[in-house]
DNA sequence: GTATCACTGAACCATTTGGTTGACAATATA
DNA sequence: TATATTGTCAACCAAATGGTTCAGTGATAC
């Protein structure tokens, strides 16, 4: 739980990306994350067990409910590793680029 | 190509995420992409052609080798979707959910 | 022209992924 | 107690993923 792998993993899918957007809203429990998906309750939950597992979110057990709720950090690894890129999509990443490959390693 | 499923997809191996990195010192060739690795040139091959089908690099046929060189412009969109929850992962994201969620959607 | 280098494509394989259904467990409600 | 709600688990399935080997193609070197 909680490497690059399972995160960017976890994000690769519109479903989890979507879940994880409602639960910016707030915290929700597991029917109610499935109700807008064309799918089964199943199916959902075992998103939710995908995102729980990279971290993405944690599960709560109320009553016969589960409450998820957002969990962001992960995010900030993963982001934190995309910015080391930052400087190849702002500009001239390719000058740049042979630059550094001139310069010899 | 190029949307988030398949960019976070692509991102989600480490072997991609070093060829990734080796790009960022200068444009490589496949065969001394794949040297490091402990797996077939064909294996590398493939990863190449997961991030090239993702447009996280481009390939150019020159001569008998193909030349890859990074291209970090979808890293740029996966970076801003990420950033939404930037506010979730600073600082008490569990109270501002719970304000958002009190506040009725 | 022939051999070598750099790479791709096809076939194969094991594992994972994303979905289904049906049975069950646990909790709340009537 | 009986019943409905909430969710998990197990079994199954098709398709994708990540690797292999072997054969072939196209460009360079001798």
Known sequence: MGNLD???AALSHGTRR???????HGESRLSDLA???NMSQTAVSKHVRVLSDAGLLIVEKRGRARHCRLNAEPMKVATDWLIDYQAFWTHQFDNLAQHLAGEGD
Chains 1, 2 share one sequence.
């Open 6 to 8: 399972t995160t960017f």
């Open 18 to 24: 979507a879940i994880l957007a409602r639960l910016m």
């Open 35 to 37: 109700e807008p998906f």
